[in-house]
Every structure is written in structure tokens, then in C-alpha cells.
């Protein structure tokens, strides 16, 4: 309840008083809301920051692992030339796998 007047003479100092009474209420109601804005702002960003980092450390330490177990198997594979090694060459020429030298290839009819 709002206080009543004392007397006539008062009535402009408590008009005032109750209007600004008022715009102070409305104005620390929109201080809190734009509070909340803001902490729900930096909320967001930093859990979107942090994901984002977690993310990129998984896919680097990914690419690194991947690399690294590239790089065992590679020590264990047997080392290719120019034309491939001896699996390869017969998987993509069948009927020459056994060639050496001055031999010629089969005849086929057609």
C-alpha cells in the first residue's frame, strides 16, 4: 500500500517520490534481466569454448595417433619399387606372374 499524503502542501514532493519510486523499480527490474542476459551469454561461450577445444584436442591427438600407428605398420610392410611388390604385379597382371627375362606371353585365342 502506498502511503497517503500528510497534507496538500506535500502532494508534489510525494508524487515525485512515488514516480521515481516506480522508474527505480522498473529500472533495477531490467538491471537483473540484462544480468541474466549477460550470464547466460558467457555461459553459452564458455561451454561452447571448452567443447570446441575438447574436440579439436581429439582430433588432433587422432591425426597424431593415426600417424604414429602408420608409421609402425609402415616398418613391417615390405618396401615397395617402382612397380609395385610381387603380390601386387600378380594381382594386376594374372597371366604374366610367371615372366622373367626374354619369355613370351601365352597366346590367348580368341
Same mark, same amino acid.
Given at each position: 500500500?502506498?502511503?497517503?499524503?500528510?497534507?496538500? $502542501? %506535500? $502532494?508534489?514532493?510525494?508524487? =515525485?517520490?512515488? *514516480?521515481?519510486? =516506480?522508474?527505480?523499480?522498473?529500472?533495477?527490474d531490467v538491471f537483473y534481466i540484462l544480468? =541474466?542476459?549477460?550470464? *547466460?551469454?558467457?555461459?553459452?561461450? $564458455?561451454?561452447?569454448?571448452? *567443447?570446441?577445444?575438447?574436440?579439436?584436442?581429439?582430433?588432433?591427438?587422432?591425426?597424431?595417433?593415426?600417424?604414429?600407428?602408420?608409421?609402425? %605398420?609402415?616398418?613391417?610392410?615390405?618396401?615397395?619399387?617402382?612397380?609395385?611388390?610381387?603380390?601386387?604385379?600378380?594381382?594386376?597382371?594374372?597371366g604374366l606372374s610367371g615372366l622373367s627375362?626374354?619369355?613370351? !606371353? !601365352? =597366346?590367348?585365342?580368341?
Amino acid at each position: 500500500m502506498s502511503p497517503t499524503p500528510p497534507d496538500i $502542501c %506535500n $502532494c508534489a514532493k510525494w508524487c =515525485a517520490d512515488q *514516480s521515481l519510486s =516506480a522508474v527505480q523499480e522498473i529500472l533495477r527490474d531490467v538491471f537483473y534481466i540484462l544480468v =541474466a542476459i549477460v550470464t *547466460s551469454i558467457v555461459l553459452i561461450g $564458455c561451454i561452447t569454448f571448452a *567443447s570446441t577445444g575438447m574436440c579439436m584436442l581429439v582430433l588432433i591427438t587422432g591425426a597424431y595417433l593415426l600417424r604414429w600407428l602408420k608409421s609402425i %605398420n609402415a616398418d613391417k610392410v615390405p618396401k615397395q619399387d617402382g612397380s609395385g611388390t610381387e603380390g601386387e604385379r600378380q594381382r594386376l597382371l594374372p597371366g604374366l606372374s610367371g615372366l622373367s627375362g626374354d619369355h613370351e !606371353p !601365352p =597366346a590367348y585365342s580368341a
